[in-house]
């Protein structure tokens, strides 16, 4: 019974591995995109689309059905898209997917039904132009509702300074579980954000990311015009999904979890392996800034 709501560049629901766990899909081919799906960026399509399939990646990754390419196959998911492929998010499309999240609505925007809100949100790309005075509202709501949100701390580009890098809310809010990515080789992945975080200008007083998971050549869905694939993909948005996936199962298999995301916050910290670093601070600490309380 877990939901997973995944926010970003939308999701195909036809892949072969997604189909049976849409949320809106009612057997034989038939579907209810209501309280499913709402394209929060333009209002253009009324059935579930992914531009990127980035989110359909990142959804295979969490509850994928075939290939053992899901960590948690048997959740459901919905879906809000809130940026197009070759645009930033908006903070207006952003927010208007947390409202959708809060309390599903239809395609139109109407008959809100908070019952129906998920269990996990998870932000597939970071907003960019959102600061904390924006989103933060909206985000702690979520948490009021009982919604843990799981996100990346963002990209950068591959040579550039790590530190200091987690600074586009939500990944610098305390309370958001922020999970950076580690490669094959257990160092942090090329383009993951380290901390410490930063609210504004003032630096954070929390710690940044929170967890590190795998987030390179991870295999997991796309839809390609001539049917179900399976692609490798990489980054922090990956890890963010591998964490989303084993909450899922935290909460399925500790129904006295349900609707408690600040302890599930915790348990997902206290069961991370600590890996000590130095980088953007000189002492060699648990947790740190650059794999929080570790993977």
């Given at each position: 019974?877990?939901?997973?709501?995944?926010?970003?560049?939308?999701?195909?629901?036809?892949?072969?591995?997604?189909?049976?766990?849409?949320?809106?899909?009612?057997?034989?081919?038939?579907?209810?995109?209501?309280?499913?799906?709402?394209?929060?960026?333009?209002?253009?399509?009324r059935?579930?689309?992914?531009?990127a399939?980035?989110?359909?990646?990142?959804?295979?990754?969490?509850?994928?059905?075939?290939?053992?390419?899901?960590?948690?196959?048997?959740?459901?998911?919905?879906s809000?898209?809130?940026?197009?492929?070759?645009?930033?998010?908006?903070?207006?499309s952003?927010?208007?997917?947390?409202?959708?999240?809060?309390?599903?609505?239809?395609?139109?925007?109407?008959?809100?039904?908070?019952?129906?809100?998920?269990?996990?949100?998870?932000?597939?790309?970071?907003?960019?132009?959102?600061?904390?005075?924006?989103?933060?509202?909206?985000?702690?709501?979520?948490?009021?509702?009982?919604?843990?949100?799981?996100?990346?701390?963002?990209?950068?580009?591959?040579?550039?300074?790590?530190?200091?890098?987690?600074?586009?809310?939500?990944?610098?809010?305390?309370?958001v579980?922020?999970?950076?990515?580690?490669?094959?080789?257990?160092?942090?992945?090329?383009?993951?954000?380290?901390?410490?975080?930063f609210?504004?200008?003032?630096?954070?007083?929390?710690?940044?990311?929170d967890?590190?998971?795998?987030?390179?050549?991870?295999?997991?869905?796309?839809?390609?015009?001539?049917?179900?694939?399976?692609?490798?993909?990489?980054?922090?948005?990956?890890?963010?999904?591998?964490?989303?996936?084993?909450?899922?199962?935290?909460?399925?298999?500790?129904?006295?979890?349900?609707?408690?995301?600040?302890?599930?916050?915790?348990?997902?910290?206290?069961?991370?392996?600590?890996?000590?670093?130095?980088?953007?601070?000189?002492e060699?600490?648990?947790?740190?800034?650059?794999?929080?309380?570790?993977?």
């Amino acid at each position: 019974g877990v939901v997973v709501g995944i926010i970003g560049f939308g999701v195909s629901h036809l892949h072969e591995a997604l189909q049976a766990n849409y949320r809106g899909n009612l057997g034989n081919g038939a579907y209810d995109h209501n309280h499913n799906w709402y394209e929060a960026f333009d209002n253009g399509s009324r059935v579930p689309v992914d531009v990127a399939q980035m989110g359909t990646h990142l959804t295979g990754t969490i509850l994928g059905t075939k290939r053992n390419i899901g960590v948690a196959p048997q959740a459901k998911f919905i879906s809000c898209m809130s940026s197009s492929a070759f645009a930033l998010q908006k903070p207006e499309s952003v927010l208007a997917c947390l409202q959708f999240m809060l309390a599903p609505h239809d395609l139109d925007g109407n008959n809100p039904q908070p019952e129906l809100r998920p269990d996990i949100v998870v932000f597939s790309i970071p907003c960019e132009d959102c600061d904390d005075e924006i989103l933060k509202p909206s985000i702690m709501a979520l948490i009021e509702a009982g919604i843990l949100p799981i996100v990346s701390p963002g990209q950068r580009a591959p040579g550039s300074n790590t530190c200091n890098s987690i600074n586009s809310s939500p990944a610098n809010i305390r309370d958001v579980v922020t999970v950076g990515a580690f490669g094959e080789d257990g160092s942090t992945y090329a383009t993951s954000g380290a901390g410490p975080a930063f609210l504004g200008i003032r630096q954070a007083d929390h710690v940044k990311p929170d967890v590190v998971a795998p987030g390179e050549n991870v295999v997991s869905s796309v839809l390609l015009p001539e049917g179900s694939a399976y692609l490798r993909a990489s980054g922090s948005s990956v890890a963010a999904s591998v964490v989303a996936g084993a909450a899922a199962l935290l909460y399925s298999a500790e129904p006295r979890l349900h609707r408690k995301p600040l302890l599930m916050k915790q348990l997902l910290t206290d069961a991370a392996r600590g890996k000590p670093s130095t980088l953007c601070q000189r002492e060699d600490v648990i947790p740190n800034f650059e794999y929080g309380y570790g993977e």
